[in-house]
């Protein structure tokens, strides 16, 4: 665990067009992460394959991959003291009926595969998400809320 741990956060096509980007970006940052990478695409269903590479053997995976590719999600990178885990938190459980109220999932999903967002689930699927949406690297720079959010 570091202050410096990294997520790789994804709202999903129908968070894009429900128009609940600002909503899941506020809660990171009032939460005290910090963004350190930013973007709306349209990704191929190539790219979602290598995403989800490790749900290839599921039978939901070519549907999965295919809704994925089908309109723009946001990728984003947010740094910060348990940011894998505690980002998984606030997205709540994979399934929305199960997802407690004040989670993201819990608070505007109700259907598995429209669960609104993607958080990585552990440290190195977040290297390796952020390595395959960022190619480019992320962006760094100094934050001068860090020494009034961590101890
Ligand atoms: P995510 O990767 O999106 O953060 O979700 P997760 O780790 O909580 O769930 P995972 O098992 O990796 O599944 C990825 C996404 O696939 C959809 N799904 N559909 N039809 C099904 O049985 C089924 N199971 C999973 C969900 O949208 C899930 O977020």
Redesign the pocket.
């Known amino acids: 665990m570091s202050v410096k741990e990294r997520t790789y956060i994804?709202v999903?096509p129908e968070g894009v067009q429900r128009g609940l980007v600002g909503e899941i970006i506020k809660r990171f940052e009032t939460r005290g992460f910090k963004l350190i990478a930013l973007k709306l695409v349209h990704a191929t269903k190539e790219h979602f394959e290598k995403h989800?590479a490790?749900?290839s053997t599921?039978?939901?995976y070519p549907?999965?991959v295919k809704y994925m590719a089908s309109g723009p999600v946001v990728a984003m990178v947010w740094e910060g003291l348990d940011s894998v885990k505690t980002g998984?938190t606030m997205?709540g459980?994979?399934?929305p009926l199960a997802s407690a109220p004040g989670t993201i999932r819990g608070d505007y999903a109700l259907s598995?595969?429209?669960?609104v967002?993607?958080?990585?689930?552990s440290v190195e699927s977040a290297e390796k998400e952020i390595k395959l949406w960022f190619p480019e690297g992320v962006v760094q720079y100094e934050s001068s809320q860090a020494a009034w959010i961590f101890e």
Not at 112 to 115: D, K, T
């Open positions: 994804m999903k989800y490790d749900l599921k039978p939901f549907g999965l998984r997205l459980a994979t399934n598995l595969g429209r669960n967002c993607h958080g990585s689930d």
